[in-house]
């Protein structure tokens, strides 16, 4: 059998498949994060492993399953969250989040060191952003100089579990494709950026998804109810995982997934940085690369809609709030499509691709006194619909 987890923006899955590739068990385990102030999205690192942990404890508790018979361990993660070590290997702060805008005087002191064009020719991105983590560090460098100086390593959210896994710090270029920090072309550090961010030798060793780390470490292993002969593989970004699982790893394949974040994969045999329409890119899982614009706040405006929103579906759901999505569709779904002139724009956070404009907000325009919940709810809907299908349009346009 094999033990996968997800961590994301939101919550943890955990899973236990056959060997065939069936689903044994499955938890999900939620969590909030801390909003210090506007823009700014934090949390305790501990958070992620604990939920990792218990999802572990559950999926093996309930399933029944023999430990010995686990033979792997591997998952993935979001991209771009940092959590900083110090000399103990202890965190030193809060995990500064994806969603994060704070960086925006680092965004402009990083651009004057990087044009545009050599931005997306070395690393895929096609916009500096405060989003990526070299402009966090660097705001973490200007704000908080002694946190700072104590940091021995910086690993994304995927490393930090594999680091408590199996106690070897590592990450992939695909995870740091979106650090900034990585010639996603020659698979290492970018020196250019290291160097002005001052994080030469903090970052993680660089192997191939699929990789093995190690064995899980033996008090690991008790305390997860694992065997200790249990391998921990190197696994990847979230969204490049979820085009795996998904089939798509061949050119011309298309896929979305709407979680916290939507996000459209196209698999490529090439990366084109001459391309008339620049659309992000990444190294895949498999050989080739993986085409990946994203909209930042797409589940979770829906998600927002239901926790500030909607405390009549919730108590309806009996206090489930995955339920609560159930009733809050049906509202949506008595409402005719275009919501009757109300449109909304999902940038809770931002936005991403096509716009990549971190000062973007969300905002429903049209509202009139006959709107009421169900009209919102579906309008959110919508929204996400309309930037797809803009998406879309862009992929024919750049040939990808």
Not at 3 to 26: E, I, P
Not at 309 to 332: C, H, K, Q, V, W
Not at 343 to 367: I, M, S, W
Request: net charge negative; with cysteine.
């Amino acid at each position: 059998m094999y033990l996968a987890f997800d961590v994301g923006t939101t919550s943890v899955k955990v899973v236990l498949f056959s060997r065939d590739g069936r689903l044994v068990r499955k938890a999900i385990v939620n969590y909030q994060l801390e909003t210090p102030g506007v823009n700014r999205y934090e949390a305790d690192p501990e958070l992620y492993w604990n939920a990792v942990a218990d999802g572990t404890r559950e999926v093996m508790r309930l399933s029944g399953a023999d430990p010995g018979e686990v033979r792997t361990v591997s998952g993935c993660s979001q991209g771009e969250t940092v959590v900083l070590l110090g000399k103990d290997d202890r965190p030193v702060r809060r995990a500064i989040v994806w969603l994060d805008q704070r960086a925006r005087d680092e965004v402009a002191e990083l651009s004057r060191l990087v044009p545009n064009d050599e931005l997306y020719r070395v690393t895929g991105l096609t916009d500096m952003d405060p989003t990526w983590t070299a402009p966090k560090l660097l705001w973490v460098r200007r704000n908080e100089p002694e946190v700072f100086r104590s940091v021995r390593r910086a690993l994304w959210v995927e490393d930090w579990i594999t680091f408590r896994l199996a106690g070897r710090a590592c990450s992939t270029a695909n995870l740091l494709s979106s650090s900034l920090f990585v010639d996603v072309h020659a698979r290492r550090y970018w020196s250019k950026t290291v160097d002005a961010v001052g994080m030469d030798g903090r970052l993680p060793e660089i192997l191939e998804p699929g990789d093995a780390v190690g064995t899980i470490l033996p008090a690991v292993a008790a305390d997860l109810g694992l065997s200790p002969g249990t391998l921990v593989v190197k696994g990847s970004m979230d969204q490049a995982a979820s085009a795996l699982g998904a089939g798509n790893i061949e050119p011309g394949i298309v896929t979305e997934t709407t979680g916290s974040v939507m996000a459209i994969g196209v698999t490529s045999g090439t990366a084109d940085p001459s391309a008339a329409v620049r659309l992000p890119y990444q190294p895949h899982v498999v050989p080739g690369w993986l085409y990946l614009p994203y909209v930042q706040t797409a589940g979770s405006a829906y998600k927002w809609w239901r926790d500030r929103f909607s405390p009549a579906e919730i108590a309806e759901a009996g206090g489930d709030l995955e339920a609560a999505y159930t009733f809050m569709n049906r509202l949506a779904a008595a409402v005719p499509a275009e919501s009757e002139g109300l449109v909304f724009l999902p940038f809770l956070a931002g936005a991403g691709t096509p716009e990549n404009d971190p000062d973007a907000r969300g905002v429903f325009h049209g509202l009139t006194l006959k709107h009421g919940r169900g009209h919102c709810a579906r309008a959110i809907q919508e929204s996400i619909a309309y930037l797809l299908k803009k998406i879309l349009a862009d992929f024919a346009r750049s040939g990808s």
